[in-house]
């Protein structure tokens, strides 16, 4: 099956400085990416989706500014968390979307554990 | 506007039960509808997913029910386990994907 990295698996940062989340389809070729956050109990909150070569999309409430995406190849996509904020601590978790014919599929890598103090 | 209602919260079966969780949607425009299953501090992982042309489809334990007219489908572990024990998301596809709330499930041995 479709497998979808992320690197680091978890962080601990101060506060004011940057963070950058890698996002990586191992055998696949992935046009489109899906940024997510997670808080704890909760359900996944479409952040963003990031398509090869093109600008992000930003889900309504997201400030783009801080939270840069680039998806330079279609096999990778960044996520950095600037200016991170005790606030910005969550689960940040990337997805591929896979298309071959009908199939709809995303894949989701395994998360990344943030965490600002 | 919430897209997709999923019920219950939480559950709690014993082993060897039957655990059902449901998913409620709104967009008819909708044509993928999955489940995926989460273990704490990991990505979700698909678990069993459906095309609107069926009405059931079933993949060893796991099966999912899919009611056109009424937009809800919903999925049946059978015999579950402790290993079952996890967070259950609906996530209907269309141009966009909207995940469930969520249901935790807990397999008591």
């Known amino acids: 099956g479709a497998v979808v990295s992320q690197h680091p698996s978890w962080v601990i940062c101060k506060s004011g400085t940057s963070v950058k989340i890698e996002c990586r389809s191992l055998d696949f070729q992935a046009t489109t990416m899906f940024w997510y956050r997670q808080f704890p109990k909760q359900s996944l909150m479409l952040m963003a989706t990031s398509n090869e070569g093109s600008k992000a999309t930003y889900e309504q409430g997201v400030e783009k500014d801080k939270f840069l995406i680039n998806h330079a190849s279609l096999t990778l996509s960044t996520l950095t968390v600037t200016s991170a904020h005790p606030e910005d601590s969550s689960f940040y978790i990337c997805?591929?979307?896979?298309?071959?014919?009908?199939?709809?599929?995303?894949?989701f890598g395994p998360g990344t554990r943030l965490t600002v103090l | 506007q919430q897209q997709v209602k999923q019920s219950p919260q939480s559950l709690i079966v014993q082993k060897g039960g039957i655990s059902i969780i449901n998913c409620a949607y709104e967009?008819?425009?909708?044509?993928?509808f999955p489940w995926y299953q989460q273990f704490p501090g990991k990505g979700p992982a698909l678990l069993i997913a459906?095309?609107?042309?069926?009405s059931e489809k079933k993949e060893g334990r796991f099966t999912i029910s899919f009611n056109k007219s009424a937009k809800q489908f919903s999925l049946h572990i059978m015999d579950s386990q402790p290993g079952d024990s996890a967070t259950y998301f609906c996530?209907?596809?269309?141009?966009?994907?909207?995940f469930g709330t969520g249901t935790s499930l807990t397999v008591i041995p």
């Open positions: 459906i095309r609107p042309d069926v």
């Open positions: 997805s591929a979307r896979l298309r071959e014919g009908l199939s709809n599929e995303q894949f």
């Open positions: 996530a209907p596809v269309g141009n966009q994907f909207y």
């Open positions: 967009n008819t425009a909708f044509d993928y």
